[in-house]
């Protein structure tokens, strides 16, 4: 495969002596390709297309690794069958020409899949162990989205004796948008109920208010370090400093930056004003015109999101003791919202069980409870001697225990690519945190 021009990172990795092996690079870098490279090898050197299990996040790239599989195999096979025909030496050993032959014609059995697809497969293979319902259909988000909708909807309007005054107090309250609240709240339900039990108490009330307390303080400052440590204000501040100082340019940005870096005490006023600023040069004075360029949007995006962000939160920043009116009120509606909400997540559920669906967080649950079975893990182990994980960073605790539990043991069959830092699904969960813990944290401390 030298004709790939392969890095020595990539040799490294697609090196399938060393069963288990973590990729992580930047965007861009080829980790994907590695994890099909990888694939490829298994199936030259003999492994059945049906041993390997490959997941990844998305249908769409599922189909795709599946396609290009397919079509790398073809290739090996078409090019080996050129040079025999023109007398020269194939590429391929006797063997691996032998084996992706097979690998094509059973290209059909390979386990290339989303994770809820994989899941649901279990699922239906084990559900008398999984306790699911016999013969149940997956609820696709759109059907999904209209029976919460319907259902919050029929829960506010008709609430009945038990969540009548939680209904009356978020109304009172003049919350903006209840129904939009509830089910953002409602999708991450499974990590807030120990969080909510301390609404029930008066000294879980008051640790509430003091751990509020402690996150505004700490607001200002996460937000002045992400602007101190943006890289292209920095790049723009050191071709500041390489010349004549601010001459020619913005002097009040320039001024402000370091403002920003002396304070001590943060206040929202001089953040705002940062994401005011833009860069003006001279003819005399000329900065490089794509660096002010870079640095004006930057500011620009900052104005627009920052600062919106930051305008939003200079009331919640007032301190506000904890016998406060503002404080009882905003304790009461936290509670008032978390018990609507549990009351609509109870209802959703009753009525996916009376019509036999399961939605996609279903099937994760489900299946991660399964894998706790060490038979059935045994059953897969057996079933599965590969198992390789594109995109990690975008799995959440439960898919992170799901990859530990698939690839358990001593002799460790696991193969993952990803990047931390290219994590897009933390609003629906994903935690790379995690990931990294008690995922990456595994491998050897040599894997590449």
């Known amino acids: 495969?030298?004709?790939?021009?392969?890095?020595?990172?990539?040799?490294?990795?697609?090196?399938?002596?060393?069963?288990?092996?973590?990729?992580?690079?930047?965007?861009?870098?080829?980790?994907?390709?590695?994890?099909?490279?990888?694939?490829?090898?298994?199936?030259?050197?003999?492994?059945?297309?049906?041993?390997?299990?490959?997941?990844?996040?998305?249908?769409?790239?599922?189909?795709?690794?599946?396609?290009?599989?397919?079509?790398?195999?073809?290739?090996?096979?078409?090019?080996?069958?050129?040079?025999?025909?023109?007398?020269?030496?194939?590429?391929?050993?006797?063997?691996?020409?032998?084996?992706?032959?097979?690998?094509?014609?059973?290209?059909?059995?390979?386990?290339?899949?989303?994770?809820?697809?994989?899941?649901?497969?279990?699922?239906?293979?084990?559900?008398?162990?999984?306790?699911?319902?016999?013969?149940?259909?997956?609820?696709?988000?759109?059907?999904?989205?209209?029976?919460?909708?319907?259902?919050?909807?029929?829960?506010?309007?008709?609430?009945?004796?038990?969540?009548?005054?939680?209904?009356?107090?978020?109304?009172?309250?003049?919350?903006?948008?209840?129904?939009?609240?509830?089910?953002?709240?409602?999708?991450?339900?499974?990590?807030?109920?120990?969080?909510?039990?301390?609404?029930?108490?008066?000294?879980?009330?008051?640790?509430?208010?003091?751990?509020?307390?402690?996150?505004?303080?700490?607001?200002?400052?996460?937000?002045?370090?992400?602007?101190?440590?943006?890289?292209?204000?920095?790049?723009?501040?050191?071709?500041?400093?390489?010349?004549?100082g601010p001459k020619g340019i913005n002097k009040d940005a320039f001024d402000l930056f370091h403002q920003l870096k002396k304070e001590t005490e943060l206040n929202i006023d001089t953040l705002l004003k940062f994401t005011e600023r833009n860069i003006s040069t001279t003819k005399a004075n000329p900065l490089p015109k794509k660096l002010v360029d870079l640095y004006n949007s930057r500011c620009s995006n900052q104005k627009s999101k920052k600062g919106r962000y930051l305008k939003s939160l200079e009331s919640s920043l007032q301190h506000y003791e904890y016998d406060d009116p503002h404080t009882q009120l905003m304790l009461s509606v936290m509670q008032a919202l978390y018990k609507i909400t549990a009351a609509v997540a109870e209802k959703v559920e009753a009525k996916k069980a009376a019509a036999g669906y399961l939605n996609f967080d279903d099937l994760i649950s489900s299946a991660k409870a399964l894998l706790k079975d060490e038979k059935i893990c045994a059953v897969l182990a057996k079933r599965y001697e590969y198992v390789l994980v594109d995109e990690v960073q975008d799995n959440d605790t439960s898919l992170t225990d799901i990859i530990n539990n698939l690839a358990e043991g001593d002799d460790d069959n696991l193969f993952i690519v990803g990047d931390m830092k290219q994590s897009i699904y933390r609003f629906r969960g994903a935690d790379p945190e995690c990931v990294q813990n008690n995922l990456f944290s595994k491998f050897p401390g040599d894997g590449k």
């Open 1 to 244: 495969m030298s004709e790939l021009n392969l890095t020595p990172a990539q040799s490294e990795a697609l090196d399938i002596s060393h069963r288990r092996c973590c990729v992580t690079a930047s965007a861009g870098t080829g980790k994907t390709f590695v994890l099909t490279q990888r694939y490829l090898r298994h199936l030259k050197a003999g492994v059945s297309a049906g041993r390997i299990l490959c997941l990844t996040f998305t249908e769409k790239a599922a189909a795709e690794m599946r396609e290009k599989i397919e079509r790398e195999v073809k290739k090996a096979i078409d090019d080996a069958d050129k040079k025999m025909a023109a007398g020269e030496m194939a590429d391929l050993s006797d063997a691996e020409y032998k084996n992706l032959k097979t690998a094509l014609k059973d290209i059909h059995r390979c386990t290339i899949s989303t994770f809820h697809g994989f899941c649901s497969s279990v699922l239906k293979e084990f559900p008398i162990e999984s306790k699911t319902p016999l013969g149940y259909a997956v609820m696709d988000s759109l059907a999904e989205r209209e029976l919460v909708a319907n259902t919050i909807e029929d829960t506010l309007e008709h609430p009945g004796d038990d969540l009548r005054e939680y209904a009356v107090c978020l109304y009172c309250a003049g919350m903006y948008n209840v129904p939009k609240l509830i089910s953002d709240l409602l999708y991450n339900l499974q990590v807030c109920p120990a969080w909510f039990k301390k609404l029930e108490t008066e000294t879980g009330r008051k640790k509430i208010h003091a751990e509020w307390e402690k996150e505004k303080a700490a607001i200002p400052e996460m937000v002045k370090a992400e602007i101190l440590n943006d890289p292209v204000i920095l790049e723009f501040i050191e071709v500041i400093n390489q010349g004549d």
